[in-house]
């Protein structure tokens, strides 16, 4: 168990909603990055955030968003759903003993219909 | 930018050895990571290599050579648990630490 939590598990949305999902570290690491993970493929990184800014993003255009809280929490936000949005969304927290190491969290299945 | 490839798809008996290979390309390395994960799971931290040579733990081998920009995954004594998706993974795609660009991913499947 990697004490990483999300939610929701599930979640369908119909195409030009917006979402907000959820994830927390047990463990209170202050770094967290999402991942975004279609069907069959590998996770491509979304965007990274470090005591609360912004640290890092991929290629994500700006509709995908995203906040992290004091307590080390973090959200994600995606506005105006397109159909290719339909994904696992996972995030992780840095590992302190091995570089380059991230503890994932179950992740969130999102289907845009 | 940095990109993996992996072969899509192994299949293997209960018991055996199977190796996933793993080329890279990456406008800076720093290690070559592996993750494994089973259909509806998270992706699992198995082994990292910064250096060229071998790392070993348990059942699981992971080799690197930078001159090569290659590595593998070795999995030994291959159990029915075994089968699942394994990914290998390089910093980036900004070069800043924990964030990970991974390939594309291998489904291992392990027969009886």
């Known amino acids: 168990e990697t004490g990483v939590t999300q939610s929701p598990t599930h979640l369908i949305k119909t195409r030009g909603q917006q979402v907000t999902l959820r994830c927390s570290s047990q463990?209170?690491?202050?770094?967290v990055s999402w991942y975004q993970q279609a069907l069959g493929q590998g996770p491509q990184f979304i965007f990274q955030?470090?005591?609360?800014?912004?640290?890092g993003r991929g290629n994500f255009p700006p509709r995908f968003s995203g906040l992290q809280f004091p307590n080390y929490s973090s959200e994600l936000n995606v506005n105006a759903l397109e159909l290719d949005d339909s994904a696992l969304y996972l995030c992780?927290?840095?590992?302190?003993?091995?570089?380059?190491?991230?503890?994932f969290g179950p992740g969130t299945r999102l289907t845009v219909l | 930018g940095q990109s993996l490839e992996q072969p899509s798809e192994v299949t293997a008996v209960e018991g055996a050895i199977v190796q996933i290979n793993c080329t890279y390309q990456t406008s800076g390395f720093y290690g070559l990571s592996w993750y494994q994960q089973h259909d509806g799971g998270a992706p699992t931290f198995l082994s990292y290599n910064a250096l060229d040579g071998l790392e070993e733990t348990g059942r699981f081998s992971s080799f690197l050579s930078r001159s090569d920009s290659y590595g593998y995954l070795l999995l030994q004594e291959l159990q029915m648990k075994d089968s699942a998706s394994y990914f290998c993974?390089?910093?980036?795609?900004?070069?800043?630490?924990?964030?990970?660009?991974f390939g594309g991913g291998t489904r291992l499947m392990v027969k009886p």
């Open positions: 992780a927290f840095e590992g302190q003993m091995v570089a380059d190491t991230q503890y």
């Open positions: 955030y470090y005591r609360e800014e912004e640290n």
């Open positions: 463990s209170g690491h202050n770094t």
């Open positions: 993974a390089v910093r980036g795609p900004n070069n800043a630490g924990n964030m990970l660009t």
